[in-house]
């Protein structure tokens, strides 16, 4: 092997609790410098970077908060292309990792995701139906977003970076590409753990409605929009979620949206940290 495969950017906010397994299952079964990864711990609290440096990856350390500085840092040290941006909190495989390689080398592909699998082992129950229902809804529109990973090719690249300081990077990414021109590739999986409660679900759909506004504001926002009524009364027609699913679902829905206009000039982006401790229950 005369030098990486690819590249792996992971910005890692107090992810200690997570990313040393998340980092292990990343690296089993690959061969010495086959992946290229870089850790970006930025104003960590905890032993973050010496959990990932104990992985065998390059660490870098920061005091500047924040997302997208973190991913800024980390691109600028990658080795090369294809490179993949991975959520600390989320499994890929190896295997999930070459897949999405080879799905790069296909022609006029410029990005490429992963399928999301939803790990609802610790969820509670009212907030797993809401998980269940928003997931099949959502599918059909999420391509780059909403993934945990998302991966740009050198041409892709150059049309996401530098990026700017934006809520939702992943949004910020999968706007800026044609349906044409990202794919989702069937045989990478990555492992995604929603919130666990209704408090923490609310807080992350805050977050992303403004998100959501900002990148409008960039011109950047999806144009495939969101899915409506219909899209749900589809899903129980053809009995993929139940009435009680529904339900569950409208009503979180409702208090979404009511919290969305509450907050919507307050600061703060609404962490969510019920992925990274003991299950709470509903």
Not at 6 to 23: C, D, K, Q, R
Not at 106 to 133: F, I, K, M, N
Request: hydrophobic share 45%; with cysteine.
């Amino acid at each position: 092997m005369t030098g990486p495969l690819v590249s792996i950017v992971v910005p890692a906010h107090n992810e200690a609790a997570v990313i040393g397994a998340n980092l292990r299952r990343l690296l089993e079964g690959t061969a010495p410098g086959e992946f290229d990864v870089i850790v970006v711990a930025n104003a960590c609290g905890d032993r973050t970077a010496e959990v990932a440096a104990e992985a065998g990856v390059r660490v870098l350390e920061t005091s500047i908060p924040g997302k997208v500085p973190a991913l800024r840092l980390g691109d600028e040290a990658c080795r090369t292309f294809p490179r993949i941006y991975l959520d600390a909190d989320v499994e890929l495989t190896a295997d999930s990792v070459r897949a999405l390689v080879r799905a790069c080398e296909r022609p006029g592909v410029l990005a490429c995701a992963p399928v999301p699998e939803l790990d609802l082992a610790r969820v509670g129950r009212l907030v797993r139906r809401v998980h269940r229902v928003h997931d099949r809804l959502i599918a059909p529109m999420r391509a780059l977003a909403g993934v945990g990973v998302y991966v740009l090719t050198e041409a892709g690249h150059a049309r996401v970076f530098p990026m700017p300081d934006v809520i939702a990077d992943d949004g910020w990414v999968h706007a800026s590409f044609g349906p044409d021109e990202r794919v989702v590739v069937a045989e990478a999986r990555s492992l995604v753990r929603p919130a666990r409660t209704v408090k923490a679900h609310l807080n992350r759909r805050v977050r992303v409605r403004r998100g959501n506004r900002q990148l409008a504001g960039l011109q950047r926002a999806h144009a495939e929009g969101g899915p409506g009524l219909g899209s749900l009364a589809a899903l129980l027609r053809r009995r993929e979620v139940s009435p009680v699913d529904a339900a569950c679902y409208l009503s979180v829905l409702v208090l979404d949206r009511t919290l969305s206009r509450v907050r919507r000039d307050r600061a703060g982006w609404g962490s969510d940290l019920s992925t990274r401790s003991a299950l709470s229950t509903d």
